[in-house]
């Protein structure tokens, strides 16, 4: 048996400027969940129950596009989706339009548990997550200040962006003081934080597990539904690997970047590595993504083809690194 | 330049007791929408746009379960879902949740030639439509005497199936009269009946598209969603194929099944009759599914692991087939 290995991210897609107070939040956040996970792993949980508990942490905590601190729809509410895989099996479960669910990932694992389906959205969903009396809040509690303010700059930048497609000079007046020529999903980098968030895990067993969990596009229509919750798209696990995506979603979802990985693995022989780097070169066309991943022989990888990702690995060898920058 | 192709199905898993009027019904109205198709074709229309075409007459006509004569939910309403995808530039559009939608293959259309986004659902896609202005019904418009029959016989047979995963000797108070060892989806297949529809298309520019349209599960929970509007899953187009899937949607979706397909004709240099077998074959394990396929050089394959599928293809060269059974 090879060991275990654990990856998480926070968002591919990281404005060059981010102050280097939020810099140091951030990666003292994704040390503490590479822990959590880290301990489970040294207690023989399995790769399923980890990701969970880790995507269940990312959620609750404030700083990153996920369960509290999702970014906000048009409409200043928050719309959360996401979706968990189990590599054994290729077993799976997705949730999305979410407006009162604690823990957006552990709804997924319900329905992929206890459903007969794989996926449910909006007023079902919520119906379901009653059903299992699963944590429930008001859609408040998801929102905070500091996306509020991002809602309202977003808008801005958005009156002035036509067509979203065509790079426009129009963010100096957004307000934020800070000078970015970089764009991701039509609007400023300082402002577009994806941030979705991901983890993937292969256990001491070698069964690998991925799940993804995200708010969503910034200022995104209601309704509107990203890659996250899409398997095969922002997740995906099967014997071999697990993958978990993040960035511009409609360029995920068309080069269906998560099952991609395990494909060239499987089809052309790809270590993870390799596959990782040959999807990220090869998939993305002129989209702007991230993914991790890992393997049933204990690798962990990444690779992203923007300006930074949130990320940290860790392997049960002792290997342990949490980055931002390439 | 080959010359064009086009392939429609209207369901993998067939009732072997369907009524032969029915059959008849059936393989007249796949003869009338690959008729439109080829006209289309021989019109030089692009293939995006004869998929649309193809599947909003699909959708029209009560027979299958798409548009009027979608399957119930369990509440007897009807939830709709649909997606489309431009093998050129890998383009995608998806919709779920529809209600009042005539034509939700062309919302998707909409989705993806007007909105910065790939997929919308629930109430955020019926305001789209709104928007949109495109053609909007009752939801009693899409329900049918034949379904509301079904829902009933579904609920009777759910009443006795505690887990759908066990088979059980319950149905034969189903109450259809029919007697049937074939279940799909846990449902005795003279009730499930999946009846998705599709069609993929190959241009005389070699350019190929594909697009899925459906009602979903009888009986489903509101807010399910299936794999139809799922790109990866129901339905994928790129520069070598076009792809449209039916089934099993839990299976089609961790089978990733309409991406596979085009994955390994890449990957593995397969062609596309040994891809689609080899998806078929490989990619469903326990789960019951078909497709439907076309290669950039004119090629036109289908495949199924079930008991029938209703579909029809036609070549420029003059071929044309329609058939439900081996």
């Keep these: 048996m090879a060991g275990w290995a654990i990856a998480v991210h ?10 280097a107070e939020r810099q140091e939040q951030a990666k003292q956040l994704l040390t503490r969940v590479l822990n959590l996970g880290i ?23 404030p700083f990153f596009n996920s369960g509290r601190g999702s970014a906000l729809t048009e409409n200043g509410t928050v719309e959360m989706e996401a979706s968990i895989m189990d590599g054994m099996g290729r077993r799976c479960g997705a949730v999305s339009g979410l407006t009162t669910v604690k823990n957006p990932v ?4 319900l329905v992929m548990d206890k459903s007969p389906h794989s996926y449910l959205a909006f007023s079902g969903a919520e119906k379901f997550a009653k059903q299992m009396g699963v944590e429930m809040v008001d859609n408040e509690y998801f929102i905070t200040q500091d996306n509020v303010e991002m809602l ?5 930048a958005d009156s002035i962006v036509f067509d979203y497609r065509i790079p426009t000079v129009g963010y100096e007046t957004c307000g934020t003081g800070v000078q970015s020529p970089i ?24 069964r690998c597990a991925a799940a993804t969990s995200t708010g969503g596009l910034l200022n995104k ?10 398997i095969g798209a922002g ?65 962990v990888s990444y690779g992203f083809n923007c300006v930074g990702m949130f990320r940290g690995c860790a392997t049960q060898n002792g290997f342990m690194e949490v980055g931002i920058w390439d």
């Design 221 to 230: 229509r209601m309704g509107r539904i990203g890659d996250s919750p899409l």
């Design 235 to 299: 997740t995906y696990a099967c014997d071999i690997c697990a993958v978990s995506c993040t960035g511009e979603g409609e360029a995920i979802i068309r080069g269906t970047l998560a099952r991609e990985v395990g494909a060239v693995m499987e089809y052309k022989g790809l270590g993870l590595q390799d596959a990782v780097d040959f999807v990220i070169k090869e998939r993305l066309d002129e989209g702007k993504a991230g993914l991790i991943a890992v393997s049933k022989t204990g690798e």
């Design 39 to 61: 301990d489970a792993l040294r207690s023989s949980v399995s790769a399923i129950d980890v990701v969970e508990l880790v995507v269940r942490e990312l959620e609750s905590d």
């Design 106 to 109: 552990s709804l997924a694992r």
């Design 152 to 156: 309202k700059q977003a808008k801005e």
């Design 183 to 206: 764009h991701m999903n039509g609007l400023p980098i300082s402002i577009y934080a994806p941030e979705t968030v991901g983890c993937v895990v292969v256990d001491s067993q070698g």
């Design 10 to 19: 926070g968002g591919a897609g990281v404005d060059p400027n981010l102050p």
